[in-house]
C-alpha cells in the first residue's frame, strides 16, 4: 500500500493521518518512508501489543523539524500525557484515527513549553489512557556521515522492555563503526 506524501505530518499538532492494517492472513507490517537519498524502515506492532507507557529514543540534532514522535490513538479521549526529561510536561487528547505529532523545530508554545530546536527527546515519558501506537525519530539527523537522513521507529510500551538483549552483527556499510 503507497501512502501520498500529501498525508504525511508536519508541525506539531493532531491530525486525522493515522491508518490502520488488517488481513485475512497472519502477515508481518512495516512502514518505509521512501525519498531518494533517505529512506527508513520500521516495524509496525499489532495492536494488542500496543501499551500505555512508553520511554522514546531519538536524537538531539538541529536540523530540519528536530526531535519528533507521534502517537495514534486505538480509543476516542485518549488523553497523552508526555514529561520532557526538562521536566516540562503537556498533554493532549485525541480519539481513535488520530494522531499527535510533536517536533523540537517550530513553536510549542500552544503547548506550554519551550524546548530547543536540537533538545534530545530521548528519555521523554508518554502515557496515554487507552493503548496508543507511539513513534519517535528525528526529521533529519547526522549519525556521524556528514548528510542527514529520517529516523523512525515504533516503540514498545514499557512493560515490553527486557534487561537482556540479542543483537546480531551489523551489515557492513563500509563507513565507520555500528553503535548499539
Not at 117 to 140: E, K, N, R, W
Amino acid at each position: 500500500m503507497e501512502i501520498a506524501v500529501s498525508e504525511e505530518m508536519s508541525g506539531s499538532e493532531v491530525n486525522n493521518l493515522g491508518f490502520q492494517i488488517t488481513s485475512e492472513n497472519q502477515i508481518q507490517a512495516y512502514f518505509s518512508n521512501r525519498s531518494s537519498a533517505s529512506t527508513d524502515l520500521t516495524i509496525i506492532f499489532e495492536k494488542s501489543s500496543l501499551g500505555t507507557e512508553y520511554v522514546l529514543s531519538s536524537f538531539g540534532d538541529n536540523i530540519g523539524e528536530g526531535g519528533q514522535f507521534s502517537v495514534q490513538a486505538t480509543e476516542d479521549n485518549t488523553t497523552v500525557n508526555v514529561t520532557l526529561t526538562n521536566g516540562e510536561t503537556f498533554s493532549q487528547t485525541i480519539n481513535a484515527g488520530e494522531t499527535f505529532k510533536f517536533a523540537t523545530g517550530g513553536s510549542n508554545s500552544g503547548l506550554g513549553i519551550s524546548v530547543p530546536l536540537g533538545f534530545d527527546l530521548t528519555g521523554t515519558l508518554i502515557q496515554t489512557t487507552a493503548p496508543a501506537a507511539v513513534f519517535s525519530g528525528h526529521s533529519c539527523t547526522d549519525i556521524g556521515s556528514g548528510a542527514c537522513d529520517h529516523i523512525v521507529e515504533q516503540m514498545p510500551p514499557v512493560d515490553a522492555l527486557s534487561n537482556s538483549y540479542i543483537v546480531g552483527e551489523a551489515f557492513k556499510n563500509g563507513s565507520g563503526n555500528n553503535l548499539v
